[in-house]
Protein backbone atom coordinates (compact mmCIF):
# COMPACT_ATOMS: atom_id res chain seq x y z
CA UNK A 1 0.00 0.00 0.00
CA UNK A 2 0.96 3.67 -0.92
CA UNK A 3 2.26 6.28 1.55
CA UNK A 4 -0.25 8.81 2.26
CA UNK A 5 0.89 12.29 2.30
CA UNK A 6 -1.08 15.71 2.99
CA UNK A 7 0.22 18.72 0.85
CA UNK A 8 -1.34 22.03 2.63
CA UNK A 9 -1.62 25.07 -0.23
CA UNK A 10 -1.61 21.96 -2.16
CA UNK A 11 -3.50 23.46 -4.92
CA UNK A 12 -1.72 25.96 -6.81
CA UNK A 13 1.74 27.36 -7.33
CA UNK A 14 4.69 25.63 -5.36
CA UNK A 15 1.95 23.24 -3.68
CA UNK A 16 0.65 21.52 -6.75
CA UNK A 17 3.68 20.73 -8.14
CA UNK A 18 5.19 19.21 -5.06
CA UNK A 19 1.82 17.03 -4.93
CA UNK A 20 2.10 16.32 -8.42
CA UNK A 21 5.68 15.07 -7.99
CA UNK A 22 4.52 12.76 -4.75
CA UNK A 23 2.17 11.35 -6.58
CA UNK A 24 4.32 10.21 -9.78
CA UNK A 25 6.55 8.84 -6.83
CA UNK A 26 3.82 6.62 -5.76
CA UNK A 27 1.88 8.67 -2.91
CA UNK A 28 -1.66 8.46 -1.93
CA UNK A 29 -2.04 12.30 -2.08
CA UNK A 30 -4.30 14.46 -0.33
CA UNK A 31 -4.26 18.40 -1.45
CA UNK A 32 -5.17 21.04 1.14
CA UNK A 33 -6.69 24.33 -0.21
CA UNK A 34 -7.76 27.34 2.22
CA UNK A 35 -10.28 29.66 -0.74
CA UNK A 36 -10.79 28.65 -4.38
CA UNK A 37 -12.71 25.97 -4.76
CA UNK A 38 -12.97 25.96 -8.59
CA UNK A 39 -9.46 26.25 -9.30
CA UNK A 40 -9.42 22.90 -6.31
CA UNK A 41 -11.85 20.84 -8.67
CA UNK A 42 -10.04 21.58 -11.77
CA UNK A 43 -6.41 20.59 -10.11
CA UNK A 44 -8.24 17.83 -8.93
CA UNK A 45 -9.36 17.14 -12.01
CA UNK A 46 -6.13 17.06 -13.80
CA UNK A 47 -4.58 15.30 -11.11
CA UNK A 48 -6.75 12.59 -9.87
CA UNK A 49 -5.50 13.91 -6.72
CA UNK A 50 -8.42 14.37 -4.14
CA UNK A 51 -8.48 18.12 -2.59
CA UNK A 52 -10.17 19.25 0.82
CA UNK A 53 -11.12 22.29 2.11
CA UNK A 54 -9.90 23.87 5.75
CA UNK A 55 -8.63 26.78 7.25
CA UNK A 56 -4.59 25.77 8.60
CA UNK A 57 -4.87 28.72 10.56
CA UNK A 58 -7.40 27.17 12.51
CA UNK A 59 -6.32 24.32 15.28
CA UNK A 60 -9.48 22.31 15.60
CA UNK A 61 -10.28 22.46 11.44
CA UNK A 62 -6.59 20.92 10.89
CA UNK A 63 -7.34 18.29 13.75
CA UNK A 64 -10.73 17.85 11.99
CA UNK A 65 -9.03 17.36 8.33
CA UNK A 66 -6.46 15.15 9.87
CA UNK A 67 -9.13 13.07 11.16
CA UNK A 68 -10.95 13.13 8.07
CA UNK A 69 -8.30 11.89 6.15
CA UNK A 70 -6.88 9.26 7.81
CA UNK A 71 -10.64 7.71 8.27
CA UNK A 72 -10.82 8.08 4.39
CA UNK A 73 -7.55 7.79 3.27
CA UNK A 74 -5.48 6.33 5.31
CA UNK A 75 -2.75 7.20 8.62
CA UNK A 76 -0.91 10.03 7.12
CA UNK A 77 3.10 9.47 6.70
CA UNK A 78 3.75 12.48 4.94
CA UNK A 79 3.23 16.09 6.20
CA UNK A 80 4.13 18.98 4.10
CA UNK A 81 3.74 22.19 5.44
CA UNK A 82 3.42 24.30 2.28
CA UNK A 83 0.14 26.83 2.75
CA UNK A 84 1.57 30.74 3.27
CA UNK A 85 0.19 34.04 2.39
CA UNK A 86 1.41 37.56 2.22
CA UNK A 87 -0.10 40.74 3.86
CA UNK A 88 3.34 43.16 2.59
CA UNK A 89 3.99 46.57 4.23
CA UNK A 90 6.47 48.50 5.94
CA UNK A 91 6.09 48.20 10.46
CA UNK A 92 4.52 51.68 10.29
CA UNK A 93 1.64 50.76 7.49
CA UNK A 94 1.08 46.99 8.97
CA UNK A 95 -1.98 46.87 11.29
CA UNK A 96 -1.87 43.94 13.65
CA UNK A 97 -4.69 42.27 11.61
CA UNK A 98 -2.42 41.69 9.05
CA UNK A 99 0.28 40.89 11.01
CA UNK A 100 -1.55 38.08 13.01
CA UNK A 101 -2.65 36.61 9.63
CA UNK A 102 0.56 35.36 8.69
CA UNK A 103 1.83 34.58 11.45
CA UNK A 104 -1.04 32.51 11.85
CA UNK A 105 -1.30 30.93 8.57
CA UNK A 106 2.38 30.78 7.49
CA UNK A 107 3.37 29.68 11.09
CA UNK A 108 0.57 28.48 13.30
CA UNK A 109 -0.19 25.99 10.74
CA UNK A 110 2.51 24.47 11.24
CA UNK A 111 2.21 24.04 14.55
CA UNK A 112 -1.70 23.06 13.98
CA UNK A 113 -0.98 20.34 11.36
CA UNK A 114 2.51 18.75 13.24
CA UNK A 115 -0.21 18.06 16.40
CA UNK A 116 -2.70 16.66 14.72
CA UNK A 117 -0.02 14.01 12.62
CA UNK A 118 2.92 13.55 14.91
CA UNK A 119 1.43 11.09 17.26
CA UNK A 120 0.66 8.79 14.75
CA UNK A 121 3.73 9.16 12.91
CA UNK A 122 5.67 8.27 16.33
CA UNK A 123 3.13 5.28 16.68
CA UNK A 124 4.07 3.67 13.48
CA UNK A 125 8.02 4.44 13.94
CA UNK A 126 7.57 6.36 10.47
CA UNK A 127 7.12 9.86 9.85
CA UNK A 128 8.00 12.54 7.26
CA UNK A 129 7.69 16.65 8.19
CA UNK A 130 8.47 18.84 5.35
CA UNK A 131 8.05 22.79 5.86
CA UNK A 132 8.32 25.03 3.90
CA UNK A 133 10.10 28.15 4.90
CA UNK A 134 11.66 30.74 2.56
CA UNK A 135 14.99 33.16 1.66
CA UNK A 136 13.17 35.94 3.19
CA UNK A 137 12.81 33.63 6.40
CA UNK A 138 16.90 33.40 6.44
CA UNK A 139 17.96 36.80 4.93
CA UNK A 140 14.89 39.18 5.54
CA UNK A 141 13.08 41.31 3.44
CA UNK A 142 11.80 45.03 3.06
CA UNK A 143 7.99 45.36 3.85
CA UNK A 144 7.51 41.86 4.87
CA UNK A 145 8.16 42.05 8.73
CA UNK A 146 5.42 39.51 9.07
CA UNK A 147 6.59 36.99 6.48
CA UNK A 148 10.04 36.90 7.53
CA UNK A 149 9.22 36.37 11.10
CA UNK A 150 6.55 33.68 10.46
CA UNK A 151 9.18 31.86 7.82
CA UNK A 152 12.29 32.30 9.62
CA UNK A 153 10.31 30.58 13.12
CA UNK A 154 9.59 27.72 10.59
CA UNK A 155 13.23 27.12 10.71
CA UNK A 156 13.15 27.05 14.44
CA UNK A 157 10.63 25.12 14.97
CA UNK A 158 11.89 22.24 12.28
CA UNK A 159 15.07 22.27 14.23
CA UNK A 160 13.40 21.70 17.55
CA UNK A 161 10.59 19.20 16.46
CA UNK A 162 12.87 17.22 14.55
CA UNK A 163 14.87 16.43 18.02
CA UNK A 164 11.01 15.40 19.70
CA UNK A 165 10.85 12.81 16.18
CA UNK A 166 14.30 11.55 15.72
CA UNK A 167 14.38 8.52 17.47
CA UNK A 168 11.03 7.15 16.50
CA UNK A 169 11.93 7.44 12.95
CA UNK A 170 10.01 10.57 12.36
CA UNK A 171 12.23 13.26 10.46
CA UNK A 172 11.45 17.33 9.86
CA UNK A 173 13.16 19.29 7.89
CA UNK A 174 12.80 22.64 6.30
CA UNK A 175 12.96 23.64 2.16
CA UNK A 176 13.72 27.25 1.79
CA UNK A 177 12.71 28.47 -1.73
CA UNK A 178 14.24 31.40 -3.18
CA UNK A 179 12.30 33.57 -5.91
CA UNK A 180 9.94 31.27 -7.60
CA UNK A 181 8.00 31.63 -10.98
CA UNK A 182 4.17 31.80 -9.00
CA UNK A 183 1.10 33.46 -9.05
CA UNK A 184 2.90 34.89 -5.66
CA UNK A 185 5.67 36.04 -7.39
CA UNK A 186 3.96 37.66 -10.83
CA UNK A 187 2.20 39.88 -8.55
CA UNK A 188 5.37 41.46 -8.06
CA UNK A 189 5.75 44.92 -9.60
CA UNK A 190 7.61 44.29 -12.81
CA UNK A 191 10.08 46.55 -12.19
CA UNK A 192 11.07 45.32 -8.55
CA UNK A 193 11.19 42.21 -10.26
CA UNK A 194 13.48 42.56 -12.83
CA UNK A 195 15.98 43.66 -9.76
CA UNK A 196 15.18 40.21 -7.74
CA UNK A 197 16.32 38.16 -11.13
CA UNK A 198 19.67 40.43 -11.05
CA UNK A 199 20.71 39.74 -7.79
CA UNK A 200 20.24 35.83 -8.17
CA UNK A 201 23.16 34.24 -9.70
CA UNK A 202 22.02 31.70 -11.86
CA UNK A 203 20.07 34.71 -14.32
CA UNK A 204 16.44 33.59 -13.68
CA UNK A 205 13.28 32.63 -10.80
CA UNK A 206 12.95 29.45 -10.15
CA UNK A 207 10.76 26.48 -10.86
CA UNK A 208 7.75 24.85 -8.94
CA UNK A 209 8.98 21.41 -9.84
CA UNK A 210 12.48 22.31 -8.81
CA UNK A 211 11.70 23.02 -5.11
CA UNK A 212 8.97 19.89 -5.70
CA UNK A 213 12.34 17.43 -6.18
CA UNK A 214 13.74 18.78 -2.89
CA UNK A 215 10.58 17.84 -0.68
CA UNK A 216 10.66 14.39 -2.38
CA UNK A 217 14.10 13.68 -1.55
CA UNK A 218 12.92 14.54 2.53
CA UNK A 219 10.11 12.45 2.00
CA UNK A 220 11.77 9.63 1.02
CA UNK A 221 11.98 6.35 2.80
CA UNK A 222 15.69 6.79 2.60
CA UNK A 223 16.14 9.86 3.74
CA UNK A 224 16.20 8.97 7.37
CA UNK A 225 19.61 10.10 8.40
CA UNK A 226 18.63 13.60 7.32
CA UNK A 227 16.88 15.58 10.42
CA UNK A 228 16.78 19.01 11.50
CA UNK A 229 17.76 20.68 8.05
CA UNK A 230 16.90 23.41 5.80
CA UNK A 231 17.53 22.41 1.81
CA UNK A 232 18.14 25.90 0.43
CA UNK A 233 16.85 26.37 -3.30
CA UNK A 234 17.08 29.87 -4.48
CA UNK A 235 19.46 30.03 -7.39
CA UNK A 236 22.83 31.40 -4.91
CA UNK A 237 20.73 34.30 -4.40
CA UNK A 238 21.23 33.74 -0.28
CA UNK A 239 24.42 31.35 1.14
CA UNK A 240 25.63 30.88 4.57
Known amino acids: MSRVAVVTGGTRGIGAAIARKLKADG ?27 WDVA ?37 SPDNWQAVIATNLGSCFNMAHAV ?7 GFGRIVNI ?22 HGFTKALAQEGARFGVTVNAVAPGYIDTDMVAA ?48 GQHMY
Open 27 to 53: FTVVAGYAGNEEKARAFTEETGITAIK
Open 58 to 94: DFNACAAAVARIEREVGPIDVLVNNAGITRDGTLQKM
Open 118 to 124: FPGMRER
Open 133 to 154: GSINGQAGQYGQVNYAAAKSGI
Open 188 to 235: VPEQVLEKIVARIPVGRLGKPEEIARGVAFLCADDAGFVTGSTLSING
